[in-house]
């Protein structure tokens, strides 16, 4: 059992940077893998990165590609999405994804266990 919360969603202008921030409570964080969707109004949840649970593997979606990074701290048990450049296109809902242990690093949401409520990102022109 893994609970999920996310945090530092916000209003941003197009270009501004903003780092979510994804707090678990559970055993079990530090050996599965964890990923970011996002999901717009009227759009289907869509994958953004998703990082191994040992932490040395990263993937990300085309749109999100060298202006996102996501990272763990396993000791703080956090996982984070730094969010660089940002453009109106970017804005969602985050959720923050758990995973079972696997080297797949799967992209869909049914490849994923738990989810946390969603932080909401927007971004102006």
């Known amino acids: 059992q893994v609970q999920l919360v996310e945090s530092g969603g916000g209003l941003v202008q197009a270009g501004d940077s903003l780092t979510l921030a994804c707090a678990a409570s559970?055993?079990?964080?530090?050996?599965?893998?964890m990923g970011w969707f996002r999901q717009a109004p009227g759009k289907e949840r869509e994958f953004v990165a998703a990082i191994h649970w040992t932490g040395g593997i990263s993937r990300y979606s085309n749109s999100v590609k060298d202006r996102f990074t996501i990272s763990r701290d396993n000791a703080r048990n956090t996982v984070y999405l730094l969010m660089n450049n940002l453009k109106p296109e970017d804005t969602a809902v985050y959720y923050c994804?758990?995973?079972?242990?696997?080297?797949?690093?799967?992209?869909?949401?049914?490849?994923?266990?738990?989810w946390g409520q969603g932080t909401q990102v927007t971004v102006s022109s």
């Open positions: 559970g055993r079990t964080f530090g050996s599965i893998n």
């Open positions: 994804a758990g995973g079972p242990q696997s080297n797949m690093m799967v992209v869909t949401p049914s490849g994923y266990d738990y």
